[in-house]
């Protein structure tokens, strides 16, 4: 082994030595090693000017702000608001008492409680100037309440896309949310990260300061050391923002360390976005990753972003292409008058069997047009879904089929949201 | 309310159909429609039975 070890005494701009105590080490088994002083930190720099630099928290710009770099960091899907599957607009949402998808994919709208007023959702074209957005979230009240109730979107994720969190273990990482916020609404609003494996939750209120006004906001979580989360396909993390609290989830103190899930103490001080018609809100740019700063948004191409989404949600037709009467989405036979089985081909695999949703869908046995009455039996393969397309009478059986779309607003739909 | 939806060689139901919306779902305990039907069950509802 060869081993070089320097000290290096340089003088500084007031003609004093200094020790920098910088070791440069270099072996033939491990390479070259930098060691910082007690600062520790070690700075790159150009012309005298800091451009990274290494901490304890690792490899950062000249802001502090982390350099991951690393592909598929954002945890979050569609986090630029860019994949609309569903549509980009839907008037009157009120409370069902329920939850749904609706517009951007995998931002999940909720509520609960009374009536928490009325709503358009929409994909919207606000965005951060120069930021490199396209899209944003909005929510825009059109009827108000000020009854008990609450009011969020929320994304959720699955648990094996969550193991290297290393949550539950000595190794725990923290989180950082980041997003891009406006609303006329000032104020306090809450941010939660919720375990759904384990029951467990933390919540972080930051503020609105400026109406109007786009505004970048950084929530770093401490790792949770407590609970793993499941290596499946299930629900595992929610990461939740509300818009109103319920007065169940409102009455305790705001719990800002991870803790055994305390509905009380989830959303405390959380302002009212349901209390004007005037009130609005838009995101984008929502990115969670491990650290304890925000990286600068992961921006992925289109077609990448689509299929990630697509693992929980498939579209055929209206609105998200514009169909035309008779095209075919899928080939199949028909095993009796009363159905088709019938294989449409899909970009990823599903995360679970999916529900289908249609509209104006007709099975043809290259005689007869036969309407969709229901869709049964399913199962996915790698690329497609097969199940039994069934209709009220009039199929030829053994015949060759295909589905088709009956009319310009004709659709398909796969669903395996979580 | 839901109603069942026989497989047509077994005649045993593997999908129940949503009515409100008309939404289909096949019994996978990984899909949450089907997720909700099963809440929905065990709140001592019954489906409509397959025709």
Not at chain 1, 136 to 164: H, W
Not at chain 1, 400 to 417: M, Q, V
Request: glycine residues 8%; proline residues 3%.
């Amino acid at each position: 082994m060869i081993q070089v070890l320097l000290l290096l005494f340089l003088l500084d701009n007031d003609g004093w030595y200094y020790n920098m105590a910088t070791i440069i080490n270099a072996d033939t088994s491990n390479g070259l090693e930098l060691t910082s002083d007690t600062s520790g930190e070690i700075e790159l720099q150009s012309a005298g000017v800091t451009k990274a630099k290494v901490t304890a928290n690792g490899l950062q710009d000249a802001n502090g702000n982390p350099l991951h770099g690393g592909s598929y960091r954002n945890l979050i899907i569609n986090g630029d608001m860019n994949i609309a599957q569903r549509g980009t607009s839907l008037t009157g949402m009120t409370n069902s008492g329920g939850t749904s998808y609706q517009t951007v994919d995998r931002f999940m709208f909720g509520g609960s409680g009374s009536p928490f007023g009325t709503w358009t959702q929409s994909q919207d074209t606000d965005v951060p100037t120069g930021q490199g957005f396209a899209n944003s979230f909005k929510m825009q009240c059109t009827t108000s309440s000020t009854d008990d109730g609450q009011l969020l979107f929320q994304q959720r994720i699955e648990g094996q896309n969550l193991q290297y969190i290393k949550k539950g273990t000595s190794n725990a990482e923290s989180l950082t949310l980041s997003f891009w916020v406006k609303s006329n609404k000032t104020g306090t609003y809450i941010a939660e990260l919720k375990d759904n494996d384990n029951t467990r939750q933390i919540s972080y209120a930051y503020t609105i300061d400026s109406s109007d006004t786009w505004e970048k906001k950084t929530i770093t979580f401490a790792g949770d050391t407590t609970g793993t989360f499941d290596n499946d396909n299930g629900r595992s993390l929610d990461a939740v923002f509300y818009l109103k609290a319920s007065i169940a989830l409102s009455s305790g103190t705001l719990n800002t360390s991870w803790n055994s899930t305390v509905n009380a103490n989830r959303a405390v001080g959380q302002v009212n976005l349901a209390d004007s018609t005037s009130n609005y809100i838009n995101i984008t740019g929502v990115q969670l990753e491990v650290g304890e700063g925000a990286s600068d948004f992961e921006h992925l191409p289109y077609d990448v972003q689509l299929q990630r989404c697509q693992r929980y949600y498939n579209r055929f037709g209206y609105p998200f292409q514009t169909p035309s009467t008779g095209r075919r989405i899928g080939a199949g036979q028909v095993p009796a008058t009363t159905v088709g089985i019938v294989c449409v081909p899909t970009p990823t695999t599903m995360r679970a069997e999916p529900s289908f949703d249609w509209s104006n869908l007709s099975l043809n046995d290259v005689t007869t047009n036969q309407t969709i009455t229901s869709i049964s039996t399913s199962y996915q393969t790698h690329g497609c879904v097969t199940a039994n397309y069934n209709v009220a009478s009039g199929l030829t059986r053994d015949q060759p089929c295909n589905l088709r779309f009956s009319s310009t607003s004709a659709y398909l739909a796969f669903i395996s949201e979580l | 309310m839901y109603k069942l939806i026989n497989n047509i060689e077994t005649q045993e139901a593997d999908t129940v159909q949503r009515l409100s919306d008309n939404v289909c779902i096949p019994f996978d305990p990984s899909n949450i429609d089907y997720q909700e039907y099963l809440e929905w069950l065990s709140e001592g509802n019954t489906p409509e039975e397959a025709e």
